[in-house]
């Protein structure tokens, strides 16, 4: 069974730019959730959605958005990028429904704003 | 406010060293706990999920236990291969939906061989 898959894996970015992330869940996974994780503040939560809807939202600045397709992939974006944006993003899927907190990680985005 | 701290920061075992580490919850309630571990570039691995004080769960070399207010991680004879971040996660009773974790900082745990 294949596992989460986020890309790309590396990136780099100039302050003003913007940025789109993607990630594909497991395979029968109808939630994604998006973190930030940095050493200073761990893992940070964005949002999450559930068959194609916003479930919940972390807080973040309007800069930070989603949305997630009808095959339950999910993208990110970033508008605007500053500083402090650059992270590593982090998408997580789980079935949606049941436990929320056993997700299934993928390897992350690591972004880093110039 | 909903808080999760994890202790120590860092840790530094020889092998076969038994040791615990520690994670403290201020919740309004508590729906589950969460143990992941994380390797150096990549993303967290589901460990265990605890719902309930007295509740204990076991995989391999690893023992998760939980009280009213916090978690142990119990590493028995740690390998080299356990080196990793060990992150603590809490969900809290809210209203609606609301599914959000808060995440502890961690603790970066090596083994030497």
């Known amino acids: 069974k294949a596992g989460v898959t986020q890309t790309p894996r590396y990136l780099i970015k100039t302050r003003g730019q913007q940025v789109t992330l993607s990630c594909s869940p497991i395979?029968?996974?109808?939630?994604v959730s998006w973190y930030q994780q940095t050493p200073g503040q761990g893992l940070q939560f964005l949002f999450e959605?559930?068959?194609?809807?916003?479930?919940n939202k972390g807080n973040f600045p309007g800069r930070f958005s989603g949305r997630q397709f009808s095959n339950s992939r999910s993208e990110m974006n970033v508008s605007t990028l500053e500083l402090g944006d650059s992270a590593l993003y982090l998408c997580?899927?789980?079935?949606?429904?049941?436990?929320?907190?056993?997700?299934?990680f993928g390897e992350g985005s690591r972004l880093t704003v110039l | 406010e909903d808080q999760v701290t994890q202790s120590p920061e860092a840790l530094r075992l020889q092998e076969g060293e038994s040791s615990s580490l520690n994670c403290s919850y201020t919740v309004s309630g508590l729906r589950g706990l969460f143990w992941y571990r994380q390797d150096p570039g990549k993303g967290p691995e589901f460990l265990f999920t605890l719902y309930s004080a007295g509740e204990e769960k076991e995989k391999e070399r690893l023992k998760a236990t939980l009280t009213k207010k916090e978690s142990f991680l119990h590493i028995t004879a740690p390998k080299p291969e356990d080196s990793a971040t060990y992150l603590c996660?809490?969900?809290?009773?809210?209203?609606?939906?609301?599914?959000?974790?808060?995440w502890g900082l961690g603790t970066s745990l090596a083994v030497n061989p």
């Open positions: 395979s029968g996974h109808r939630s």
């Open positions: 997580a899927s789980s079935a949606g429904q049941g436990v929320p907190g056993e997700l299934f």
């Open positions: 959605y559930f068959s194609e809807t916003q479930r």
């Open positions: 996660a809490v969900q809290a009773i809210r209203a609606g939906n609301n599914r959000k974790l808060i």
